[in-house]
């Protein structure tokens, strides 16, 4: 929905939930696309990438300012030792371009595979799905992997 308005946003959900809301209570709307990107590095020479200039991912997790700040936190000691202690740090530099990549390239999986999950099915296809996650839940083992992925942990 590139313009989206009050009223085709209830007609969406009415459509997909069966659910009536109140337009006329809507207070603020926006739109946003879905992208996942993942640089192919994160550091060449003396520059380095990171927030979402290395990794864009789904909004569903929450995961996207997350990973840029841990990406900040990690560096800040990294370029503090060049430019304070006046270290060489590019093998420090390296290892941080290939850390940070890998956590990114976990929580984007996740993520998508919390957007997959939320897609609209056709009705018949959406009731066989969750009965069998509802007796593949049950099992406790099951249950908790599901728990962590949704949750991105
Ligand atoms: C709907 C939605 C919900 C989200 N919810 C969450 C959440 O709950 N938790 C979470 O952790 N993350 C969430 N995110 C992700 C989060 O918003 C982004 O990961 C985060 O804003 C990225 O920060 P950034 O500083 O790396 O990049 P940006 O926020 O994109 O900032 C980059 C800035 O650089 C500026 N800029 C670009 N080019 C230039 C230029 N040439 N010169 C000068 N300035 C320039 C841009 O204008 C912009 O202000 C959500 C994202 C969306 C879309």
């Not at 997350?66 to 900040?72: E, M, Q, R, T, V």
């Amino acid at each position: 929905m590139s313009s989206p308005t009050p009223g085709a946003l209830a007609q969406l959900i009415a459509d997909r939930t069966g659910v009536a809301v109140d337009v006329g209570s809507t207070s603020m709307l926006s739109a946003f696309d879905v992208y996942r990107r993942l640089a192919q590095r994160f550091v060449a020479g003396r520059t380095v990438l990171i927030g979402d200039a290395a990794h864009q991912v789904s909004p569903i997790g929450g995961q996207g300012m997350n990973l840029g700040w841990l990406d900040a936190t990690e560096l800040v000691p990294i370029i503090r030792a060049s430019l304070v202690d006046g270290d060489d740090v590019g093998r420090e530099l390296a290892a941080f371009g290939v850390r940070r990549r890998r956590a990114a390239a976990t929580a984007a999986r996740q993520a998508h595979l919390n957007m997959a999950l939320g897609r609209p099915l056709p009705r018949r296809v959406l009731t066989a799905r969750n009965a069998l996650f509802g007796r593949v839940n049950a099992v406790p083992a099951v249950h908790n992997t599901i728990a962590r992925t949704f949750t991105m942990q």
